[in-house]
């Protein structure tokens, strides 16, 4: 992580470190420290969404990390995490996954005898650097101060209750993994596969270009059906009975009040608004480890150049040693407040652009800093964002409206015939499906895992809980089962006839390749002799193992011939799945002895942080299976359903009412 990283995060110090000891052992794990926010109307904060063994996951909970990862990928990726597209990512149904295997963890740990000693987490959060000054603990006074200045505030109780689950669990992950290692040789052989990279040139002999050479008979795609039967197998097969409670119906019919809109925007305003910005480069001495008073006349000898008219971008990257921000002149590009130190901060607020600073003292070293450019802060008006606002409330009324509806037909739905008759009394309609399979597209709703998945597991006669689709809740019932089955020929008649002139296309391919693989090999100039041949030579950048190839992709099969070669040598054909490949080194760089050495002790830390996360996850998910786990679908569906995790911000009654 480069200075200027550390700068930017130091602010957000509490929710990094944890994240850092928690990633060890659960992925894209969420703290779970911050209290229960406010919830949606008809899901109440203390509901259990899920249990293990005893140990509860409440509304409140699941929300308030659904919310927290929302709110990072639409920092992340903006306008373009859509709530459609958070749903078709499973967003929901992976951070629930997260938090059960949180639960498990701490549960097995507990069976293991695993504890978390009050003097251990003292010293966890005394190392905490956020909490340190001049090496020091920083006192319990601005120790809570701190918790509190976060964003939501954070109580002492519930951050150490957080951090000992958190200790805890690294415990139980160090005591089933700390024992593996990994080799010497293996570093070496994975470090250099990592980073060794070549240029190629590439003739790629695709099937497509032979299947205009290629004739099947009736009699040929019998023939090739009935040697690979087994390629046309259907897997098991459901049609089911489903009833939708759809979300884009139901806001269709939703009328938001004017004065609903402007009392959101007048309570969102901060959501409309763009802080005031700086451009701003810098030049960092570090004063780790060094003499400060040598470092601060260093800085002082910069800073009477600068004065004199030295170029501020030459100096910053011939001496700063912030190494993410030097090879660009320093530049820090635009920022607000909040997102460096505050000495920093400061100094380079009150910069004018154009303006120069003094020497300016951090936690880092000594810095200066050039201010190139201010932008105002603004605020969009109501009428610009109008009408996102209307979509927005909307969408939540509409979610709450359905998540009503389909708490009051849990209750109701015992059998299947009460899908046809709940449905004619709502206006709504019970569809009965084709058959699909168990990854297809559900027939009339789209692609909706969740709900493929239950239809698999429901027995005759069941009806299930309302499930989370991408458009509303979902009750189903299975209609029909067809068991595994090897179709009729003129039922995939098609598919196989395109399966055998692609199979006899590539076979031309290699045959065409093998005839000119000499020609290519001894030539003098390697495009010049494919083109003569009728075939371009596409040339790459420098690549690694599993890059992309023109007109082919990713080819582990490739890889593994040109990485074997010489600059200069040429492959054997290499026959994949619908091309055959010849490729020329162009020019190979080549894990070094001294990058090896600089290199392998991170990459053997990664390596064996790879191998025990994978032993870690395959224990917890066996210890799982003699775990009591429950999830209360009928509480996920209605907390699915409502605004709160559909992105839509979180609900209070202060927004209005809807009609």
Do not use: C
């Amino acid at each position: 992580m480069t200075m200027l990283d550390r700068m930017r995060r130091h602010k957000g110090w509490l929710k990094w470190s944890l994240g850092l000891v928690v990633f060890a052992f659960i992925a894209f794990y969420i703290p779970s420290f911050l209290s229960d926010p406010t919830v949606s109307v008809g899901v109440l904060p203390g509901e259990v969404i899920a249990e293990v063994e005893g140990r509860k996951v409440t509304v409140g909970q699941f929300l308030q990390q659904y919310n927290a990862q929302v709110q990072a990928y639409r920092t992340a990726y903006g306008g373009s995490m859509t709530d459609e597209l958070l749903r078709q990512l499973g967003i929901d149904q992976q951070i629930l996954q997260q938090m059960v295997d949180e639960q498990a963890t701490l549960t097995e740990a507990e069976r293991q005898g695993i504890a978390v000693s009050d003097e251990e987490l003292a010293q966890q959060i005394f190392a905490i650097p956020g909490l340190q000054e001049d090496g020091r603990f920083v006192g319990e006074d601005r120790y809570e101060l701190i918790l509190r200045s976060q964003v939501p505030p954070l109580t002492k109780a519930a951050f150490e209750e957080s951090l000992r689950r958190s200790l805890m669990a690294a415990k139980l992950r160090a005591a089933l993994t700390d024992w593996m290692t990994v080799s010497d040789a293996e570093v070496e052989r994975g470090f250099t596969e990592q980073n060794e990279k070549v240029r190629l040139q590439v003739v790629a002999l695709t099937a497509d270009r032979f299947r205009d050479q290629v004739t099947v008979t009736d009699a040929d795609v019998a023939a090739y059906f009935d040697e690979h039967q087994e390629d046309y197998r259907v897997d098991e097969q459901r049609t089911v009975k489903l009833l939708l409670l759809d979300r884009d119906q139901a806001q269709s019919a939703v009328t938001v009040l004017p004065a609903d809109l402007q009392r959101y925007y007048n309570n969102n305003i901060g959501q409309y608004q763009t802080p005031e910005q700086i451009r701003a480069s810098h030049i960092l001495l570090n004063t780790e480890g060094k003499d400060e008073a040598e470092v601060r006349a260093q800085a002082e000898d910069l800073l009477m150049q600068l004065e004199a008219g030295a170029d501020f971008a030459m100096l910053a990257t011939t001496y700063s040693e912030d190494s993410g921000t030097a090879v660009n002149g320093g530049d820090l590009d635009y920022f607000g407040r909040g997102r460096m130190v505050p000495e920093f901060e400061t100094a380079a607020f009150a910069l004018e652009p154009g303006q120069t600073s003094g020497i300016v003292q951090t936690q880092y070293g000594f810095h200066i800093i050039r201010v190139f450019d201010k932008t105002p802060a603004t605020t969009q008006p109501f009428d610009d964002v109008r009408p996102q606002i209307e979509d927005l409330l909307k969408r939540q009324s509409a979610d709450q409206q359905i998540a009503a509806r389909a708490a009051e037909f849990a209750t109701r739905i015992e059998t299947p015939a009460d899908l046809d008759t709940i449905a004619a009394e709502s206006g709504l309609t019970a569809v009965d499906t084709e058959f699909f399979g168990r990854t297809d597209p559900v027939p009339s709703l789209g692609v909706a895992p969740q709900v493929s998945a239950e239809a698999f597991q429901l027995e005759d006669g069941e009806v299930s809980a309302a499930i989370t689709s991408p458009r509303g809740p979902v009750f189903v019932t299975v209609t029909g089962t067809r068991e595994p089955y090897i179709p009729m020929l003129d039922d995939v008649k098609d598919g196989v006839r395109d399966d055998l002139i692609r199979t006899r296309a590539t076979a031309l391919s290699r045959e065409r390749a093998t005839a000119i693989a000499a020609t290519l090999r001894s030539a003098p100039d390697f495009a010049a002799a494919a083109a003569a041949q009728g075939f371009e030579a596409a040339e790459t950048e420098l690549i690694a193992r599993g890059s992309p190839l023109p007109d082919i992709g990713v080819s582990p099969e490739v890889d593994a011939a040109v990485f074997s070669l010489a600059v200069g040598d040429v492959s054997e054909p290499v026959t994949i799945d619908n091309a055959t490949v010849i490729a020329r080194v162009v020019e190979r760089d080549d894990v070094t002895p001294d990058e090896l050495i600089l290199g392998k002790d991170a990459f053997r830390m990664q390596l064996l942080g790879e191998r025990r996360n994978r032993f870690f996850a395959a224990y917890i998910a066996k210890a799982k299976e003699r775990m009591r786990i429950e999830l209360n679908q009928d509480v996920i569906a209605r907390v699915l359903a409502a605004p709160d995790a559909t992105g839509g911000g979180v609900w209070s009654p202060e927004h209005g009412h809807y009609h």
